[in-house]
């Protein structure tokens, strides 16, 4: 990858670009709006959010004022939890296209999994919505779809289905790799998204991390944005301040060395948002 327009191929050949925008935590309104014409200027064309955020109307008008073509952006926006189910997707997509005012989305995902520990059900509720992901792709309204937030045991069953998940978007940075989940996705031609790749910041002052961040004269925003790559794991930074937005931006120009890869990878877990898929439903 060598330009934020790089793109990582999905399984049913639709592009999306290496670096994603996200939005999780960005407050609706000018803040939104701004940060996004402000990323779409510094080269971003990939942006993410979901309708659990707030944002999506901000998100919408950001898209509209920004100086680049609709055709140019890939955005994604996820179904939440609330939402679940067959019918309820349908319509929860409909909203998210309203407030988002698209006539397509290039990729939607089921937020997070229903898993055993709340519903008994959980496996066929997840494939209710997964049917109606898939009704919603095949006619043409969403690029490609995927998950969030899926463990290997969430994705099992939905493997077994005609249309299979593209993306799967879990918390992804140093010292929270998820290999089992990444492994999997690499296995089933799942491309894995990284939300947090800075862990909401709780990386920033981790001391490893600084010593490597000033071998290559960058900051531990920047190492981490291109772990994530060297990983192979499509990073989605999040920022309002227009400083680290381009900051972020500049991953390109510098390539972590194999053994300063290998140290990162090795990373114990240190901090991270401690949300287990599992055993956390909102
Ligand atoms: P802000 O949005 O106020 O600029 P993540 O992408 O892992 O969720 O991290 C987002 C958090 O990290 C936000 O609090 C954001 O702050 C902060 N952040 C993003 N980029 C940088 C950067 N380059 N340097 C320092 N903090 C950053």
Redesign the pocket.
């Known amino acids: 990858m060598k330009t934020l327009t790089d793109t990582f191929k999905l399984s049913n050949g639709y592009e999306i670009p290496c670096v994603g925008f996200?939005t999780?935590?960005?407050p609706s309104g000018e803040v939104c709006i701004d940060?996004i014409v402000k990323a779409v200027e510094c080269g971003y064309r990939h942006i993410d959010t979901a309708a659990v955020y707030g944002n999506e109307k901000s998100v919408g008008d950001a898209i509209k004022s920004c100086q680049v073509k609709r055709e140019e952006l890939f955005i994604t926006s996820k179904v939440w939890n609330s939402e679940r189910g067959y019918e309820t997707t349908l319509a929860a997509f409909e909203k998210t296209m309203s407030d988002l005012k698209l006539d397509y989305l290039d990729l939607y995902l089921i937020h997070w999994p229903a898993s055993a520990y709340r519903f008994e059900n959980w496996e066929e509720i997840n494939l209710n919505t997964w049917r109606a992901m898939t009704e919603l792709y095949k006619s043409g309204r969403i690029k490609a779809i995927g998950v969030s937030n899926f463990l290997p045991h969430h994705m099992d069953a939905l493997m077994k289905t005609e249309i299979k998940p593209m993306v799967n978007q879990i918390e992804y940075?140093p010292g929270q790799t998820q290999n089992e989940t990444v492994e999997y996705c690499k296995r089933n031609g799942i491309v894995v998204e990284a939300?947090?790749?800075?862990?909401?910041?709780?990386?920033?002052t981790n001391e490893t991390l600084i010593e490597i961040a000033k071998k290559y004269n960058v900051?531990?925003?920047?190492l981490?944005i291109r772990f994530c790559l060297q990983n192979g794991v499509l990073?989605?930074?999040?920022?309002?301040?227009p400083?680290?937005?381009k900051?972020?931006a500049d991953v390109f120009s510098f390539e972590i060395s194999a053994a300063d890869m290998a140290e990162i990878n090795a990373m114990e877990y240190f901090a991270g948002s401690g949300l287990d898929p599992d055993t956390e439903d909102f």
């Open positions: 996200g999780w935590q960005t940060s940075h939300w947090s790749p800075l862990g909401t910041g709780r990386m920033l900051s531990v925003a920047q981490c990073p989605l930074p999040k920022s309002v301040t400083s680290r937005i900051e972020n």
